[in-house]
């Protein structure tokens, strides 16, 4: 092979290679992606508006009104919430009643389990809540993080509304008077 034509073949080589090299440095290119999780706190009563308790009146002279014959199970507590780490680490979910109750009577709400149809990390429930004084915030469900329990009946933490006697006030029964009140869900930074 003659002489001149190698440094000819080994100069286009070297030549071609960095056309190649230049080339692919040119046939891409980057951006930046931010991503933004907004706050997220919601909740709902599901399974109706309104509710109605009624003791059964007694079958036999001697016999005080049956508190424990009629509960109601058919709200649900649905909510779906987004925490910030260091701005709210945890969320809770309160009960208040205005109105009046019955002297004479208790109003409890039992706050099941989650149902377990949502995903995350959803609340810790707190039993059975007596409501003793009007107004106060009972929380209900505590430890809510980053979650959502799924909409409708049968989701989120099933709720039972039952009456109880209050012994010590059982002479202040009234039936000529009616009692209506308000159960107040709220879901909030801790």
Known sequence: MNKLFRPLILATLVLFGFAQANAQDTNSDSHTLTVDIPEVALLDIEGGTAI??????????GLPIDFTSDTDNSLWLNYSSIIGSTTEA?????????????????????????????????????????????????DIVTNVRSCYTGTGTSKGHQLTYSLTEDSGNYGALDFDTDYTVTITYTLSDN
Do not use: M
């Open 52 to 61: 109605t308790l009624s003791p059964a009146a007694p079958t036999e002279a």
């Open 90 to 138: 945890t969320r809770k979910v309160t009960a208040a009643l205005t109105g009046t109750l019955p002297t004479g009577a208790n109003l409890k709400v039992a706050v099941a389990a989650d149902a377990g149809s949502g995903a995350g990390n959803v609340g810790t429930e707190a039993g059975t809540v007596t409501f003793a004084a009007l107004a106060t915030n009972y």
